[in-house]
C-alpha cells in the first residue's frame, strides 16, 4: 500500500527556518510527482511547492516564493520542504502529497489539488511571532 508521511512540523519563532520531509513508502517515488501543501482552519487548502519527477522546474506558490525550496531524492524516496524567513503567517498544517499522474507542477499545485492520489496526514507549523 502507497502511503505518504510527513515529519518536520513545529514551533519556530520569527524569520527561523524548518525542514518539513515526506517519505514515500510502497512505491518509487521517481513515478510519482509530488508537492507540499498548507491549510489554516476555515481555509482552502493552498499549494506551496510542487515537483515533477524530475524536479527540473519546480512550482512555488506566491506565499513561497524566494523563502521556501522544494528537493527531493528519488532514491531514498523522499520529499523536503526547506522554509526560511518563516513568517506568523506561515502558521498552518503542511501536507505532502503524491500522484502517478503526469501532471504539470503549477496546476498540480492549483486546480488539481482536490484529485491528488496520496496524502499525508499533516504537520503542523507554528511560527510565534
Known amino acids: 500500500q502507497v502511503q505518504v508521511v510527513e515529519s518536520g512540523g513545529g514551533l519556530v519563532q520569527s524569520g527561523g527556518s524548518l525542514r518539513l520531509s515526506c517519505t514515500l513508502s510502497?512505491?518509487?517515488?521517481?513515478?510519482?510527482?509530488i508537492g507540499w501543501f498548507r491549510q489554516v482552519s476555515g481555509k482552502e487548502r493552498e499549494g506551496v511547492a510542487c515537483?515533477?519527477?524530475?524536479?527540473?522546474?519546480?512550482y512555488y506558490g506566491d506565499s513561497a516564493k524566494g523563502r521556501f525550496t522544494i528537493s527531493r531524492d528519488n532514491v531514498k524516496n523522499m520529499v523536503y520542504l526547506r522554509m526560511n524567513n518563516l513568517e506568523p503567517e506561515d502558521t498552518a498544517v503542511y501536507y505532502c502529497?503524491?500522484?502517478?499522474?503526469?501532471?504539470?507542477?503549477?496546476?498540480?499545485?492549483?486546480?488539481?489539488?482536490?484529485?491528488?492520489?496520496?496524502w499525508g496526514q499533516g504537520t503542523l507549523v507554528t511560527v510565534s511571532s
Open positions: 502529497a503524491a500522484d502517478r499522474k503526469t501532471y504539470s507542477p503549477q496546476p498540480m499545485c492549483s486546480i488539481y489539488i482536490p484529485y491528488l492520489e496520496r
Open positions: 515537483s515533477s519527477s524530475s524536479n527540473s522546474a519546480p
Open positions: 510502497g512505491a518509487s517515488l521517481a513515478d510519482y510527482v
